[in-house]
């Protein structure tokens, strides 16, 4: 019986290998180590569309097959979807063995070990470094709210920042590392994309990396450069980015009809469930009601998805200016265009529709409107 499942993997092995044939060889070969896997995947990262599929055997998988371009990054998946993955490498034309093996205690990601391909074993090695760097932020973070039951004095706070902050500088300084180590191989490149979160705040690293960089057109880079676009757009002297949300009633507006008309607005992306943008309210709302009548306006994009909350929030809060949201959260293409990942933000623009600053929060916005309207 053994025998007859063996031959069953490879015959399977030989139907992907028809079904993909085209140009370039590949083979991988997944074993995996207190997991069981059933049917698996190999999906391509950057089309997300499955290259083969095969039935394991004693958690074990072979996938062979041929491919008119290999994706620089491909996933081993449990699902078609590729979402429950087990491993992500750079696939070439070299036989690759991967090793997977379940989360070690207390760790959200597979083990992985690789060999057959030079680029994947370098990707793995300085993934195991990110990855443990990672971890000390993870524990460090469980750690304090595990001792502190109630808030820490503001010296505790002091400490805990400055270790939070080594910590953290530790984990992307390790992910710079690997990247600008690797600039003439394709491993920098599955870097930048999987390590975008962590770098999104160093967007100078990230344009400095893309200048004359041999993989910078490369599909995988588009939510980068994206990225990039919308931190340029949010610097000071930038042009409005116009598109369009609905109203509560679902009537669509442009950003334009509101921003460059002839008074300073402030563009605010908030949330009803998101707290810091509560607490911040009333310092907008102060600033709306002082500045308002010597031409200050305020446009607020929402993240929300129930249109319930968004409207008790407006009308609890006192924001008794412009609203639009397509009840889409974090998919909002407001989120998209001005590359918002944290919210309260906001953007000031200038009766001419230009950007004066970004994040102006607490007394620092009241500050500037009366800089600006003396």
Known sequence: MKHISVTLSYVLAFVCLTACAQTTNYSVDVTTENMDINKVYLINAETRQVMCEVDANHNQAHFEGQAEELPVLAIVSKDSAGEQVLARFILDGNGIALT????????????????????????VSVNAQIREKAQAVQNFVQDVQTRYTQRPTDEQMAELEAQYEQLMGAYTQTVKDGITDNLDNKVSLVLLLLNFDILSDDSEFVQRTLQSYAFAENELLKPVHEYIAAMTARQSGAELIDFELPDAAGTMHKLSEYVGQGSYVLVDFWASWCGPCRAEMPNVVA????????????????????????????????????????????????????????????????????????????????????????
């Open 287 to 374: 600033a709306y009601q002082k500045y308002h009548d010597k031409g200050f306006d305020i446009l607020s994009l929402s993240f929300d998805s129930n249109r319930d909350a968004w409207l008790k929030a407006i009308n609890d809060l006192g924001m008794t200016w412009y609203h639009l949201s397509d009840l889409k959260g974090w998919e909002s293409l407001a989120a998209q265009k001005y590359g918002i990942r944290s919210i309260p933000s906001t953007l000031l623009f200038d009766p001419a529709g230009k950007v004066v600053a970004a994040d102006l929060r607490g007394d620092a916005l009241s500050t500037r409107l009366e800089e600006l309207m003396r």
């Open 100 to 123: 997977v093996s379940a989360p070690a205690a207390g760790e959200r990601t597979n083990g992985l070990k690789a060999s057959g391909s030079p680029l994947t074993e370098k990707l």
